[in-house]
């Protein structure tokens, strides 16, 4: 099958390409038929000079012969008038050229479970901080009503002690006087 289609000519990074009539089993740079024209895309677009050159008649002959043109060579002659006509080119509609691909798609899905896992963690480490917090609260407010409770008890509580200290002293005296008294009883017998 022919096609009528761009060769790579130019030096590296300054590209200009020719428009020519080549098997499309030949490769991109290889043999041609014929050269029909020409494209510089480093021209301006609208600049003196055009960008694109056409040999209008013998590429109307070669469209006659059954060569099909590329996507980006139906562009440039559908814009040409003499061969529009002959050339009808319209704009390719895939939509899922956008979309990525099935790695790029798990990928995407495994990073999105990993935002949501960490965001499920964020969240429940807020909601115990803030349990803690109110544990806190509520422990701070109980020591604060047991320490303005507990100056009342707290004399009470000493003097507890201080009463079991005078009641141990006077028991130390009641058995003084006995062990004196047994010590007499033997001192007299």
Same mark, same amino acid.
């Given at each position: 099958?022919?096609?009528?289609?761009?060769?790579?000519?130019?030096?590296?990074?300054?590209?200009?390409?020719?428009?020519?009539?080549?098997?499309?089993?030949?490769?991109?740079?290889?043999?041609?038929?014929?050269?029909?024209?020409?494209?510089?895309?480093?021209?301006?677009?609208?600049?003196?000079?055009?960008?694109?050159?056409? $040999?209008?008649?013998?590429?109307?002959?070669?469209?006659?012969?059954?060569?099909?043109?590329?996507?980006?060579?139906?562009?440039?002659?559908?814009?040409?008038?003499?061969?529009?006509?002959?050339?009808?080119?319209?704009?390719?509609?895939?939509? $899922?050229?956008?979309?990525?691909?099935?790695?790029?798609?798990?990928?995407?899905?495994?990073?999105?479970?990993?935002?949501?896992?960490?965001?499920?963690?964020?969240?429940?480490?807020?909601?115990?901080?803030?349990?803690?917090?109110?544990?806190?609260?509520?422990?701070?407010?109980?020591?604060?009503?047991?320490?303005?409770?507990?100056?009342?008890?707290?004399?009470?509580?000493?003097?507890?002690?201080?009463?079991?200290?005078?009641?141990?002293?006077?028991?130390?005296?009641?058995?003084?006087?006995?062990?004196?008294?047994?010590?007499?009883?033997?001192?007299?017998?």
């Amino acid at each position: 099958m022919l096609k009528i289609r761009l060769a790579r000519g130019g030096a590296k990074k300054r590209p200009y390409y020719y428009i020519v009539i080549a098997d499309s089993h030949s490769p991109r740079d290889g043999k041609f038929l014929e050269r029909v024209g020409t494209y510089n895309p480093m021209l301006p677009k609208d600049g003196p000079t055009p960008r694109v050159s056409l $040999k209008a008649d013998r590429i109307a002959e070669w469209l006659g012969k059954g060569a099909q043109p590329t996507d980006r060579v139906a562009r440039f002659l559908s814009q040409d008038e003499t061969l529009s006509a002959k050339v009808k080119w319209t704009q390719g509609n895939n939509p $899922k050229k956008g979309e990525p691909g099935k790695k790029a798609q798990e990928r995407l899905a495994e990073r999105a479970q990993r935002e949501a896992d960490r965001a499920e963690a964020e969240a429940q480490a807020k909601i115990e901080a803030a349990e803690a917090a109110a544990r806190a609260k509520e422990e701070a407010a109980a020591a604060a009503a047991a320490a303005a409770a507990a100056p009342a008890e707290e004399p009470a509580a000493e003097e507890a002690p201080a009463a079991e200290a005078e009641g141990s002293a006077e028991v130390a005296v009641e058995e003084a006087p006995a062990e004196g008294a047994a010590e007499e009883e033997k001192t007299e017998a």
